[in-house]
C-alpha cells in the first residue's frame, strides 16, 4: 500500500498506551482449528518470558520480543546502526506452523514449479543456481509492523518497530526465470507465489494457504533467492527457496515458495482477498481495498532509549523508502516542532535498503520527545499521526514512532 488519497490520516496526538489484546494466531475458526490438527500451539500467557521456539532456537534470544512462537520482533535497541540486520537479530513471522528443518537438508533438490509462461516446468534450486545470479538489499518489514500503536486495539500481533530488518538477498532474477521458459502468458497482470508448507486434509487450502499476488510490475526487481545474508537461506526465513520483492511488505515474500503463477487475476487465497486489505476501522477486508504492497516511507528513533545525562547526544535511526530511495530524514529533539537534517551512516545499498542516520543534538535537561521524519526522492514524507485502519497495517507515523528520554 502506498499512502492512499482515499485514507488521509486524521493527525492524531501520540502518547498512548500500546493496547494489550492477545495475539491472534490467525483470522478464522477455520485456520484456528488448522493450527491444532497440527499440532501447533500458541507460547503461555502474553505476559511471562516466553523462550525461542525450536524452529529459531539459533536466534539471539535477547535481541528478541517473543510475542508467540510465530512471531518474535526486534528489540528497538538491538537493531543497532548497520546497514544490515544481522540475520539472528532479525524478526520472524510464521502464518502457519514453520515447516521442519529437513526442508533444507537438500536445497538443491527442492523444486518450485513455474506456469503461466510459454514453457512451464518444474525447475530445481540447483538449475536456478545456474540461469541467473543478483544479490539485492533489502528491508523486510511485515505490513502490521507498528500496529501496537493503534488505540482501537488492531488484532494481530502486537508489533512495536522491530517486525523490520534490512538483508541481503542472493538468487536469480524472476525475469530470467521467466525469459528461459518462452516469456510470460499474454495477459499476464499478476505474479502470484504460493509458499510450501503442508496443509491438514479436511480444510479448504484456499482458506490456510500462504499465497500472494503481485502486479507484474515488480517483475523487474522480484528474485527467487536461495541466500540471505551471504549463508544458505535458514528453513526459518524460508529456505530453501523464498520469493523476494524488494520494496513490499512481507507477507509478499513468501518462504519456501514451490509454485509461481503469471496469471490475468490475482489468486483467490484468503490471505489476498480479505487479508492484508486496508480498510477503516470495523469493515470487513475485499477485494476493492488496497492490497499491502509497496511499503511507504518510514523511520524510527533507535538510540538514545534510555535516560541519561545532558549534554551532546547522539540519535540514531533507521529510515527506508519502500520501492523509492530515500532522499533525507529530518529529526526533532522537540516532538517535532523543529527539524534538523540527520546525516546518512554507512554504504548506500540501493534503493530498497534502509538508511542509518545520525544526528550529533545537545540536549539540556529535562524530558524530550525524539522524533523522525523521512523523506524519498518522490517527495512522499511520514505524516504526523495514524492512518486508522481495521487491521493496523502500514503505520508510518511519525509522532507514534518517536521515544520520550528524560536527561539529568
Ligand atoms: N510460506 C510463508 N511465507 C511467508 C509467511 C508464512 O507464514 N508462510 N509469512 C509472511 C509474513 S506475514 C511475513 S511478515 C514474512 C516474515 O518473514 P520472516 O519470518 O523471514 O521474517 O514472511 C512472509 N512469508
Ligand atoms: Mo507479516
Redesign the pocket.
Known sequence: MKQEAALQPPLTKSGLENPTRRTLLLGSAGAMAAVSLLGFSPLAKADEPKSLPDYAAWKERNALIVHSANTMETERGAIGNGVITPSDR???????PAPPASITDDPDAWEVHIEGVKNPRNLTVGELKKMGVTTVASV????GNGRAFFPHGASGTQWSVG?AGCVMWTGVPLKDVVEALGGPVDGAKYITSS???SLPDGLDPKTII?ERSVPTRAMSSAILAWEMNDEPLTH???GPLRMVVPGY???N?????KNVALSENQTDAKIQVSGYRVRDVGVKGATDQPSMWEMNVKSWVTSPLEDGRSGRTMIYGVAFGGTVALKKVDVSVDGGKTWKQARFLGPDLGPYAWRPFVLAADLPAGEHRVVSKASDVDGNTQPEGRTENERGYGHNGWSDHGVTVTLS
Open positions: 532479525l524478526f520472524v513471522r510464521n502464518n502457519l523486510l518489514q511485515c505490513s517486525a509458499g510450501g508448507e500462504v526459518t526465513h524460508g511488505y512481507g507477507v515474500n513468501v518462504k519456501y515458495v
